[in-house]
């Protein structure tokens, strides 16, 4: 299994907005594409911060999104309530319970 993590920083008091478009609008979306598998929010409110975990039968299902357009909609979604650009890392999943 893979994983796609991306990590972004938000404006000042965007955070909720930001985490209503993802429950609303990207998990959604998420749920349509082939080999997803789930997804985690994690968000430090002190810090303006989110972590969405994205997990992926394979990594030919995980670039998929990438390559099609997916992933950059679902961030041009959040992007005006961004301090900066996402930062974008792919991992294995080594461990679930």
Known sequence: MKARVVTVNALPGKLNEMTAIYKDSVLPA????????GALLLTDADGNKGISITLWDTEADMNAGESSGYYQEQISKMKPLMSGPPVLEHCDVSVQA
């Open 30 to 37: 998420g749920k349509q594409q082939k080999g997803f598998k």
